[in-house]
Structures are given as C-alpha cells and as structure tokens.
T-cell receptor, first 111, second 115 residues
C-alpha cells in the first residue's frame, strides 16, 4: 500500500502570502491528485498530474516522480482559499484499486 | 451536468437499523468507490468497483456491503449500523480503472450519525 505524508497539517497565513503544501508518497505512481474540501462542503478535484507542473489560476502543482514528492502552491492567497487540501495517490501505484489519501492540510488565510 | 449524486446528505439512525446510502453517476464511468472521512484519520476507502458486478474491499470494509448491478449506481449498505460507523461518507467515480491518470469526481457527501 502507498503511504502518503502531507505537511504541514495546519497552516495559518495572512492574505497575499505565498503558500506551499507538501506531499510525499512511498510507491511509484501513475498520477497524483490534489483535492480541496471547504468546511462543510464536498471534495473538488484541483489537479491530477503525472509529471512536471500544472497551473490553474493562482494554484500551481508540481511533482518530482524520482523523489516521490509533490507540492501545491497558492500565489497571492485569499481568505476564500481557506480549506482543507488533500493529496491522493493510487493505492498500490497503478490505480486499479482506488486512492489512498494524505491526512490533509488545514489552511486558514486571514484578511 | 456531469455529477455524482449521493443521498441522503444527512442521516441520523439507531443502532442495528439497516440503511442504504445511494450513489449515482451520469458520466458512464466504469470505476466507482466509497470512502469514509474521520477526524485525524482522513479519507479511507471502504469498497470499490471496477465495473458492473465487480466489487472489492478497500481498507475498512467491515460492517459494509455494496452492489453494482448497473453501471451508474453503487449503493452502500449498512446491514446493522453501529456508533463507530458515524462518519462522513463520500462516493466517487472515475472513467477507467487501473489508470491512475484519470480524474475522480466526488459526491457531496453523506453525514451519518448512528446513536
């Protein structure tokens, strides 16, 4: 089973700050997923990436397959970015048996 | 609109009373799965299905049953719920099993309380 570690667990920052959330996993994978969950809300898929870097608005996700590590960055953070961010990878690398998840990073952006 | 629909959103029940949480997707996805989310433990997989009539256990299957008689539906059944099954449940679907490069779509969640 793939083991996923996320850091930090909790992060409080001021509006406008650059945010970085890290994710490490133990087994080589076909793709990694970043998810967002707002308080009381459902889960939304932000990114799925298997190499390099992806950007969507102020969010950037990078992955280093050799080092088994991914980062999620938020530029010019805003209070509406406050949410739990979850990293997920295929359970045993290939994806046939679903996802295993990090415990999430609880992000609070203060005005 | 492409979506995964879970019902109900909230449910309070008593120990031992059988219940079903429904999950339906309209994207013709082959792969569907159920997860539970608990404070400090994060999301854990209960069961998954790679296609009609094909289901398999995840990390925490005890006390749960599933069925996949049609491609679009994947209900979660608790035959005799217990308080330790109080949790937030999510259903998800994905186009292709065995291909981690496909995205997942999640339902809105079902908050279950067993008293």
């Amino acid at each position: 089973k793939n083991e996923v570690e996320q850091s930090p667990q909790n992060l409080t920052a001021q509006e406008g700050e650059f945010i970085t959330i890290n994710c490490s996993y133990s087994v080589g994978i076909s793709a990694l997923h970043w998810l967002q969950q707002h308080p009381g809300g459902g889960i939304v898929s932000l990114f799925m990436l298997s190499s390099g870097k992806k950007k969507h608005g102020r969010l950037i996700a990078t992955i280093n397959i050799q080092e088994k590590h991914s980062s999620l960055h938020i530029t010019a953070s805003h209070p509406r970015d406050s949410a739990v961010y979850i990293c997920a990878v295929p359970y045993s690398g290939g994806g046939a048996d679903g996802l295993t998840f990090g415990k999430g990073t609880h992000l609070i952006i203060q005005p | 609109e492409a979506q995964v629909t879970q019902n109900p959103r909230y449910l309070i029940t008593v120990t031992g009373k059988k219940l079903t949480v429904t999950c339906s997707q309209n994207m013709n996805h082959e792969y569907m799965s159920w997860y539970r989310q608990d404070p400090g433990l994060g999301l854990r997989q209960i069961y998954y299905s790679m296609n009609v009539e094909v289901t398999d256990k995840g990390d925490v299957p005890e006390g749960y049953k599933v069925s996949r008689k049609e491609k679009r539906n994947f209900p979660l059944i608790l035959e005799s719920p217990s308080p330790n099954q109080t949790s937030l449940y999510f259903c998800a679907s994905s186009p292709q099993p065995g291909q981690g490069g496909y995205g997942y779509t999640f339902g809105s969640g079902t908050r279950l309380t067993v008293v």
